[in-house]
């Protein structure tokens, strides 16, 4: 068999003083007109936005701080709207997986003009396959400076939520994957423990997951940045939430961007889940993959149980015996994953986030046919995820 990998064109630029490198950055890339992406909270910080700010000079002609968590459809419309209204030709978002996931929507609904969410959105078919439908139109380049864990600054794929239709779609489009991502210390260190300790275990769904997937558990090139992150982010969580370490949490942040490479065909049966239980009810991302990262585990794992040993092993649990898992090491992963939890005081129960118990068949009415699902090794049911739910409540 013949594999190719190829790797997912990215910028990186970290340290003290990162965010002054923006203006340089649109230079490079010949954009003059930006338009800062931002939820309420971050446009409120004076001393960050005035950082981005002196750093694009003239460049910034407009901010739009209509960002919000789980990405509602009405923001990125409202985003279009000024996107247009101010002739932008670039866009810097600034804060976590809501801006950055604002500015990329912001740039595909822009260009790929009289089509709605659900005509672009990937999804998994009946058949257990993957769905992506072609987005030709070229895109607005997106600058990301970030301020969480969540990774999505790394990434060519987005999530917006449509809450009429109770659902969070996914796009993917390559021409949107942010041209520089940037992180700066003093961002980071704005930004409430609480928010780093979910995006932080969001992160870490994203490394778990594609070490077990279909789509990248055998490719060697996703193995090494899935196993570094989650040792970065196991390692310096605690520190970071608990102590606001600047070095644990610079390290945890650079383990949170190794987590994005892979997302596309590594994020399955927890992100497939994820997205209507976000999009239904009042759980941030973070969490709601916090909650759900060891039952998927669980479900998946007899079905993998040689990759289940290297998950264990990035885990730091040693396995026994033969190179592939049994029910020890199972149950030995899912307590580092809840002993992580408690440090960091992040929820792990659906019951305590708010979530509606009535709603379980709906929400895997949904989640069966999310895109994610296509990637996970072993097939899962409506009534697979109603029973995974209630394992979660």
Not at 180 to 194: G, I, K, N, Q
Not at 231 to 255: F, K, M, T, Y
Not at 337 to 358: A, F, H, N, S, T
Not at 377 to 383: H, Q
Request: glycine share 8%; hydrophobic share 40%.
């Amino acid at each position: 068999m013949v594999r190719e990998h190829r790797y997912e064109a990215a910028r990186f630029v970290w340290g003290e003083g990162a965010i002054g490198r923006l203006e340089g950055l649109l230079s490079e890339a010949s954009v003059e007109r930006a338009m800062v992406v931002c939820g309420e909270h971050v446009g409120a910080n004076e001393a960050l936005m005035d950082a981005v700010g002196d750093a694009l000079g003239e460049r910034r002609v407009h901010t739009y701080t209509g960002a919000r968590g789980d990405t509602p459809l009405r923001t990125v419309e409202a985003g279009v709207d000024a996107f247009r209204e101010h002739d932008i030709d670039s866009l810097v978002s600034v804060g976590g997986g809501s801006a950055s996931d604002t500015a990329k929507a912001i740039s595909v609904f822009a260009a790929e003009d009289g089509r709605n969410l659900h005509e672009m959105k990937t999804r998994t078919t009946d058949d257990g396959e993957s769905h992506v439908p072609d987005l030709s139109a070229p895109k607005t380049p997106v600058f990301a400076v970030s301020t969480t864990l969540s990774a999505a600054e790394v990434t060519n794929i987005f999530g917006v939520t449509d809450e009429e239709a109770g659902d969070k779609a996914v796009v993917l489009d390559e021409k949107i994957r942010p041209t520089a991502c940037v992180y700066d210390p003093d961002a980071t260190a704005t930004t409430p423990p609480a928010t780093i300790a979910s995006t932080g275990m969001n992160a870490l769904d994203h490394a778990v997951e594609i070490l077990y997937s279909d789509g990248h558990a055998e490719n060697p090139f996703y193995q090494a940045t899935a196993e570094k992150a989650i040792d970065l982010l196991v390692s310096n969580l605690p520190a970071a939430v608990n102590d606001g370490d600047p070095d644990a949490l610079a390290a945890a942040q650079l383990g949170a961007g190794l987590s994005g490479f892979g997302i596309v065909g590594g994020i399955s049966i927890n992100h497939g889940i994820n997205h209507p239980l976000c999009a239904r009810h009042p759980v941030s991302h973070g969490d709601g993959n916090s909650i759900l990262l060891p039952h998927g585990i669980r479900f998946t794992f007899d079905a993998v149980p040689e990759r289940m040993a290297r998950l264990a092993s990035a885990l730091g649990v040693e396995v026994e015996g033969d190179s592939t898992a049994d029910e020890a090491t199972l149950e030995a992963m899912c307590d580092v994953i809840r002993e992580l939890q408690k440090e960091i005081d992040v929820p792990y129960r659906l019951r305590d986030v708010g979530v509606d118990r009535d709603d379980f068949e709906a929400m895997a009415e949904i989640a069966a046919h999310d895109s994610a699902m296509a990637n996970n090794p072993k097939r899962i049911t409506e009534s697979d995820i109603v029973d995974l739910l209630e394992a979660a409540w």
